[in-house]
């Protein structure tokens, strides 16, 4: 279902009702019907213009509206990502202009990157990307993947070789009859993965901390991309994703955004919208708690190629009109 690009956070804020033709929901943002619309055979470069109203449930007592108004602006083109980047930023930034707001940047690319250059199976690094956006779960992963592997595996040892000995059916009618919607083949499919996981080298401590030190990264731009520089040394596979970074700086800078005065933390993003896999920014009011972010926006090449036939380059932003008014003290 469409609702599941946007990752649990909307998906459990959603307003969904369901027919004889499935789920169906309210519209809890733009992007995703818009790149639907694009990927039905639009030619690029393209620019998309938008606003209108969106639903998202809210916590009980939190006062802020179920339905409210969102505009933004989505720009499809492979030509040079750094300056689309930079171009949709300035945009929003524009839009939002106002004395005392807090902005945020990050790159989710860059995590992603840190995943794909660990030593180790396809399989983990599956796991581990699909919970970047859950950062608890994401620590748990590593630990269970380091540090915890050698005692996982010795708890598992009896169970494993009862497996490779052909006695898993025997241990199964044991535990009584089934519970739940696993088969008896869903069953043996997971006592595999265990069995694999047992034999898969432990992440060493130096690779967990190249990790964490990647998803940890704060400060200005200017010093990140510093910081990335050095890593590269024990990570070499970091440097594509630190050239498309600094490239984007570079863009911004010329678009009236200095590397060294625009705020980083390469973990912003981690728990917004999960189609994100690149540049992340977002516009908050200082001192106004009261307020949901004025504006957000970022890169998200892969939803293009989850929805189409073919991966095209792309990356938007939104504005909350509404916050913004109140902000300005209009409403």
């Known amino acids: 279902m469409l609702l599941d690009l946007y990752g649990e956070d909307i998906r459990a804020r959603a307003f969904i009702t369901a027919d004889e033709g499935g789920e169906r929901m309210l519209r809890p943002d733009f992007t995703v019907p818009i790149v639907r619309l694009h990927m039905q055979g639009a030619a690029e470069p393209a620019r998309y213009a938008y606003a209108g109203p969106v639903w998202r449930r809210q916590e009980p007592g939190s ?106 059916p025997d241990l199964m009618a044991e535990a009584g009859a089934p519970v739940g919607l696993r088969s008896a083949e869903d069953i043996d499919r997971r006592l595999a993965r265990l069995a694999e996981e047992a034999e898969t080298p432990p992440l060493t401590p130096g690779q967990v901390r190249d990790l964490e030190t990647v998803a940890g990264l704060h400060g200005s731009a200017s010093e990140a991309l510093a910081a990335l520089r050095g890593l590269e040394a024990t990570m070499p596979a970091l440097a594509p994703a630190t050239d498309r970074l600094a490239a984007r700086l570079a863009a911004l800078a010329r678009a009236g955004f200095p590397a060294d005065t625009l705020p980083f933390e390469a973990s912003f993003g981690r728990t917004t919208l999960e189609y994100y896999d690149g540049f992340v920014f977002g516009f908050r009011a200082s001192g106004r708690p009261d307020l949901p972010p004025l504006a957000s926006g970022g890169r998200y090449d892969t939803l293009t190629r989850i929805l189409g036939d073919r991966p095209v380059p792309a990356v938007g932003g939104i504005v909350r009109p509404e916050a913004l008014l109140a902000l300005k003290g209009e409403t």
């Open 63 to 168: 006062g802020r509206p179920t339905e409210y108004l969102q505009a933004g602006i989505e720009l499809f083109d492979g030509t040079d990502p750094a300056e689309a980047d930079a171009e949709i930023f300035a945009l929003i930034a524009e839009a939002v202009d106002h004395p005392g707001l807090e902005i945020a940047t990050g790159d989710m690319g860059l995590i992603l990157a840190a995943i794909d250059a660990l030593p180790t199976t396809e399989i983990r690094k599956r796991a581990l990307r699909r919970h970047v956006w859950r950062p608890h779960a994401f620590r748990r992963l590593l630990e269970r993947f380091g540090s915890r592997q050698p005692e996982l595996a010795a708890a598992r040892a009896d169970l494993i070789a009862a497996w490779r000995a052909g006695a898993a």
